[in-house]
């Protein structure tokens, strides 16, 4: 059972474009992680976000979680090349152990055309 | 570099042998995390240590899985008699302790398994 579901799957943009990612579930979590991930290698921590309806800036990527913490958005301003890769959302649920194991969307793969 | 480390990067075996990865975490981070990662998905979470105690395994975890981390620093997974399915990304992560920075996690570049 995928408990987050990221939208869109693929997307393919040119170079100055705008664009946002979404990942929703139905699940309350604790916190939730954004990744970007290159082929080949680890996911490569972009934000945690962790209070209802905050929201975090990094560069050109703004970062939102939901009032409810169910859902976030990654939008992406003026895209570049480099911004090219596989985008994850990862959210963390307490467990009885306290394990803050990470549930992981699909994930979004984004293509930056020049 | 202070980052999580894996070794090796790329591991090919052939059906039925057995293969044995490593993991280095952040020095002090006391949190460590296996998961496993195929083509066109996302990380599934494989099992947890807080420290040396391993608190945590999921069903994915087969008999032919065993993880360990001896004294609460590097950890090992060995997969047994390893099956095609078997092939995948297998990425260790840690984090800080609960209560400095919760829930964030740090992953290594991963070991890519393929079983022929």
């Known amino acids: 059972t995928q408990l987050l579901e990221q939208s869109p799957q693929f997307l393919s943009i040119q170079e100055g474009e705008n664009l946002t990612v979404y990942c929703n579930s139905s699940?309350?979590?604790?916190?939730l992680q954004w990744y970007r991930q290159e082929p080949g290698e680890g996911p490569v921590l972009l934000v945690t976000?962790?209070?209802?309806?905050e929201v975090k800036k990094l560069k050109r990527l703004t970062f939102q979680f939901g009032d409810a913490r169910k859902d976030s958005s990654l939008h992406i301003t003026a895209a570049q090349t480099g911004d090219t890769g596989l985008y994850l959302c990862?959210?963390?649920?307490?467990?009885?152990?306290?394990?803050?194991?990470?549930?992981f969307g699909t994930g979004t793969r984004l293509q930056v055309f020049p | 570099d202070t980052g999580v480390s894996q070794d090796p990067r790329h591991k090919i075996t052939k059906r039925g042998q057995n293969v044995t990865f490593r993991c280095d975490p952040i020095?002090?981070?006391?949190?460590l995390y296996w998961y496993r990662q195929t083509l066109g998905q996302g990380p599934e979470f494989l099992t947890y240590?807080?420290?040396?105690?391993?608190?945590?395994k999921s069903r994915l975890l087969s008999d032919r899985f065993s993880a360990e981390r001896p004294k609460g620093s590097f950890s090992t997974l060995e997969i047994q008699r390893t099956e095609q399915g078997d092939s995948a990304m297998y990425l260790c992560?840690?984090?800080?302790?609960?209560?400095?920075?919760?829930?964030?996690?740090?992953f290594g570049p991963g070991t890519r398994l393929t079983v022929l």
């Open positions: 020095s002090e981070h006391n949190r």
């Open positions: 976000v962790v209070t209802g309806g």
């Open positions: 699940s309350v979590f604790s916190s």
């Open positions: 240590f807080q420290n040396e105690a391993q608190l945590e």
């Open positions: 990862a959210g963390a649920r307490m467990a009885l152990q306290h394990t803050d194991k990470l549930i």
């Open positions: 992560a840690s984090g800080p302790p609960a209560g400095a920075w919760v829930d964030t996690q740090y």
